[in-house]
């Protein structure tokens, strides 16, 4: 439970405390014959209490710590100006307002707070700045991956099916001229066509699986991931517990990340099983990709992990690794986002 | 013998109609979507539906979930499912919508006419044709950790070839090896891997795509 919503129980309990003793204090008044209304004090004191606490709360609701206290400081002050004088308005005896001199002091402090404020170098600034460095570096990060990943679709695109297809009519126009002259080997040169068709379809298939596997697209990250599971030589447990999808680009990148994942398991571990459990809890996407192989998995050898902590960072996303020698090895990656409200399937046993 | 095709593609939907007609093979409609289907299988006899998986309105695999409807409706009704890339899940979820009658080819297949038509005769006749890819990934998926592993690669030939519901002539021409051999082979694998060694024809396909899809 947080500390704001505790607050709000116990200021509810305080309510209800303020409301009996009252009432109980009136009645003793009414039972003693009374006299000077002292009940105006049990009234006041809870008052105060109430009003004071409903002020700070709204005050650190801010969203900013610098807001925060200047926040709660205004709206105590405009409590306290007002208690001064309703505590001179309840004294019976005749007095001086002196309750001006104590509003003029709530006003200077509150005046100096608001000075200080401005001409201080203001910590927001620096988280800021921070933040602007993480940025600077994960964009830096993308613009290179993305780079990389387009000159590789346009190298495969252009030595694989381009020249495919480029065979491919050059053969189809060669049959063209030799159709009547020389009907067998036009014949011949057709299925030599036929051919390239199918092993460019078969290269841009691959090329294409590589940007995003139409099964992704089809049934979502937990599929996928079951598809994934199926195809692989290790025996894979998929178990997942997602409320919804994440939106195409966090999805997109969550299921490479585990597919790089469980590549590493089928060729480095040596494991005889592994699992994946997908969740989502606290606004966070989770995937752990586990093994029983010999463990010694490390970010810093290979560019396999390093590229799925770039590829997350973007996403503000973390990996976190534990692989001990002697194994057993558990990554596990996680990607603040939110998720659409469609439900995915439980899970699913891929043996 | 009567076609229902599903294919958005107008491309691929009218190759495919004249592709069939051309081998004497009626189509009855040739649709764009799924949404029609039903109706018609409710009133027409069809002998087979041919459907792309990829289909609008969500272009997810809407064409596979309505085979399986199909299929959940009209108990044994053929199905022959055409996709541009195939997955051993969609295998899965399709053998599982009924015994036989079933194909799972990639688009690619088409380019091969012969063994295509022969392809959609067999699964309106009742058999089992799946994609070699799809039972290539199913073999290997199985490969490191069960009695599969203990087959001789020759013999690991045979089987894909049998889960891909070729007949003894058909894998002894592919292999360029004997019937006689191709016998031995299966004799020795159904004993490998404990399968009742009597069965024959379609139920034998059956029995490897169980094999492989459970164990």
């Known amino acids: ?351 | 013998m009567r076609v229902v095709i599903a294919e958005d593609l107008a491309l691929l939907r009218d190759g495919l109609t004249r592709l069939l007609k051309a081998h004497d093979i009626e189509v009855a409609a040739a649709l764009a979507d799924t949404a029609a289907l039903p109706g018609i299988l409710d009133s027409e006899r069809v002998d087979l539906v041919i459907a792309d998986v990829r289909m609008p309105p969500t272009f997810t695999s809407e064409g596979l979930v309505a085979a399986i409807e199909a299929r959940r409706a009209h108990p044994g009704l053929p199905v022959l499912v055409l996709s541009q890339y195939v997955e051993q899940l969609y295998a899965r979820e399709l053998l599982s919508s009924g015994e036989g009658a079933l194909g799972y080819l990639l688009k690619d297949r088409v380019a091969d006419v012969p063994a295509f038509i022969e392809a959609v005769r067999q699964v309106a006749a009742g058999g089992t044709v799946l994609d070699p890819k799809v039972v290539a990934a199913m073999v290997t998926h199985h490969q490191a950790r069960s009695p599969v592993d203990a087959l001789t690669p020759r013999e690991r030939d045979v089987l894909a070839l049998m889960a891909e519901g070729q007949a003894n002539s058909g894998i002894a021409a592919r292999l360029v090896i004997t019937e006689r051999a191709v016998g031995k082979h299966i004799n020795n694998i159904f004993a490998k891997l404990g399968l009742p060694a009597d069965t024959d024809g379609h139920r034998r396909v059956l029995a490897v795509l169980e094999y492989l899809q459970n164990t």
């Open chain 1, 1 to 351: 439970m947080k500390p704001d919503a505790i607050w709000g129980r116990a200021l509810r309990i305080q309510a209800v405390l303020a409301a009996v003793t009252s009432t109980a204090s009136i009645i003793a008044w009414a039972a003693t014959g009374g006299g000077s209304f002292w009940p105006r004090w049990v009234l006041f004191g809870w008052g105060t209490a109430l009003a004071a606490q409903l002020a700070l709360r709204a005050g650190l609701r801010a969203p900013t710590p610098r807001g925060r206290w200047l926040g709660a400081h205004w709206r105590l002050s405009a409590v306290l100006a007002p208690l001064e004088i309703v505590i001179w308005l309840l004294i019976d005896t005749p007095q001086p307002f002196w309750p001006g001199w104590a509003i003029l002091g709530i006003a200077i402090a509150l005046g100096v707070h608001i000075l200080v404020q401005r001409a201080l170098p203001p910590s927001r600034e620096k988280e800021l700045a921070q933040r602007v460095d993480v940025l600077t570096r994960s964009r830096r990060g993308v613009v290179d991956v993305q780079s990389a990943e387009l000159k590789r679709i346009e190298r495969d695109l252009h030595d694989g099916a381009q020249a495919r297809i480029v065979s491919l009519a050059m053969n189809l126009g060669l049959a063209e001229q030799l159709a009547q002259r020389d009907p067998d080997a036009a014949t011949e040169l057709i299925s030599e066509a036929r051919q390239s068709a199918l092993t460019a379809l078969d290269e841009l298939r691959t090329v294409m699986s590589g940007i995003q596997p139409p099964v992704l697209n089809d049934r979502g990250l937990v599929g996928a991931v079951q598809a994934l599971a199926l195809d692989l030589s290790v025996l894979t447990t998929v178990t997942a517990d997602l409320p919804g999808r994440p939106a195409v680009p966090v999805e997109s990148a969550a299921y490479l990340a585990v597919a790089e994942c469980l590549a590493n398991v089928a060729k480095h571990s040596q494991a005889r099983r592994a699992w994946v459990t997908l969740g989502y809890a606290h606004g966070r996407l989770s995937a752990t990709v586990g093994d029983n192989g010999v463990g010694g998995a490390d970010v810093s050898r290979g560019t396999g992990l390093a590229g799925v902590a770039r590829r997350l960072e973007v996403f503000d996303g973390t990996i976190t690794i534990h692989s001990p020698a002697g194994g057993p090895t558990e990554v596990t990656l996680e990607i603040p986002c939110e998720l659409s409200s469609q439900k995915t399937s439980p899970s699913s046993e891929t043996d």
